[in-house]
């Protein structure tokens, strides 16, 4: 089951608005409720070990959640929404850097400040390229935009040997695992067997900062 916390009234032209219990800052604009996430009331996780974070697909048309899921052992897919009643709360937002993707990026962005998200702690953003090469001006600037609301940022290569992997065959990180082989050996590798070192150091990180949320989270 899932629900959005309720609001009364227009808490963004209401500065100080209290939601139930939460305070929304002055002049914070709020997502309308279509453009936010929802909120679950049930736990996803239902077997043990459980994720000890959460990746939120900012919109529904290929994020990159099922390959950085598959390829990050300690992470789980939040089904689009907030994982407000599972034991670890750590959400990071992953979205694709074309214009859909930027600004439901931003959407859920702005829930998180606001405090709608049934108390879970939102790491940052995770940005995914939707084609190799660089941004367009206009998303550049979009970009910054958007990245300027998150806690922290972590931007993903374009990966093209992964469009010839199926799920099953991407490799996967724990950070129980063995440091991988030096980059020139690396690079001649199959890419079956070592993660890209980009995601592993992006993983790393997220996973530290997941773990350093859950000894500040209540039980």
């Given at each position: ?45 239902t077997t ?21 899921t598959r ?16 034991r670890y ?131």
């Amino acid at each position: 089951m899932a629900s959005l916390l309720s609001r009364e009234g227009d808490p963004g032209n209401d500065p100080g608005t209290v939601t139930g219990r939460v305070v929304v800052p002055a002049g914070l604009r709020i997502p309308p409720t279509e453009s936010q996430a929802p909120v679950w009331d049930t736990a996803i996780a239902t077997t043990t070990p459980r994720p000890a974070f959460w990746l939120l697909g900012a919109h529904d048309t290929a994020a990159g959640v099922a390959t950085l899921t598959r390829t990050w052992a300690p992470a789980g897919d939040s089904r689009m929404g907030w994982p407000a009643a599972d034991r670890y709360r750590s959400v990071v937002i992953v979205a694709r850097t074309h214009r859909e993707g930027l600004q439901s990026a931003h959407d859920l962005l702005l829930q998180s400040i606001a405090g709608l998200t049934g108390g879970c702690s939102l790491l940052g953003l995770v940005s995914v390229p939707d084609a190799p090469g660089k941004l367009p001006a206009t998303l550049r600037r979009q970009r910054g935009v958007v990245e300027s609301a998150a806690p922290r940022v972590w931007r993903l290569p374009y990966l093209p040997h992964y469009r010839t992997l199926t799920y099953k065959q991407m490799p996967v990180w724990s950070p129980n695992d063995p440091t991988p082989p030096p980059g020139s050996k690396l690079r001649r590798a199959d890419p079956t067997e070592y993660p890209d070192p980009k995601l592993v150091e992006v993983g790393a990180e997220i996973f530290d900062a997941a773990r350093l949320a859950a000894t500040r989270q209540a039980p």
